[in-house]
């Protein structure tokens, strides 16, 4: 069974940054894709970024320069450093792993619950 455990959500003001942070338990963060994803009241849940078999990120580009996605091997948890926050990044960010290329949500089989994230002032 895979697990997928979220933190480091909360509410910052724009500029601030927030650390996000994927426990990742039943499978090896650095195998397959994964990804963080988000999804606002009334949208769509949303790509941010994701990494394939511990290669090079991917960032959707309204987060490129801004969001790092990373993870550490040794403690087996994928990590989102978002920087620049603006409020429009407001939404509840979900960890998910797939396998391969993963372009698509419907490609990934497993998820957290989420962390929300709250960008005002």
């Known amino acids: 069974q895979v697990y997928l455990v979220e933190s480091g959500g909360g509410s910052v003001q724009p500029g601030g940054s927030l650390s996000l942070s994927c426990a990742v338990s039943?499978?090896?963060?650095?195998?397959?894709?994964m990804g963080w994803f988000r999804q606002a009241p009334g949208k769509e849940r949303e790509w941010v970024a994701n990494?394939?078999?511990?290669?090079?990120?991917h960032y959707n580009n309204s987060v490129k320069g801004r969001f790092t996605i990373s993870q550490d091997s040794a403690e087996n948890t994928l990590h989102l450093q978002m920087n620049s926050l603006k409020p429009e990044d407001t939404a509840k960010y979900y960890c998910?792993?797939?396998?391969?290329?993963?372009?698509?949500?419907?490609?990934?089989?497993?998820w957290g619950q989420g962390t929300q994230v709250t960008v005002s002032s």
């Open positions: 990494i394939l078999n511990g290669g090079s990120p």
């Open positions: 998910a792993a797939g396998w391969g290329w993963c372009p698509d949500k419907t490609d990934y089989n497993d």
């Open positions: 039943g499978r090896d963060v650095s195998r397959g894709c």
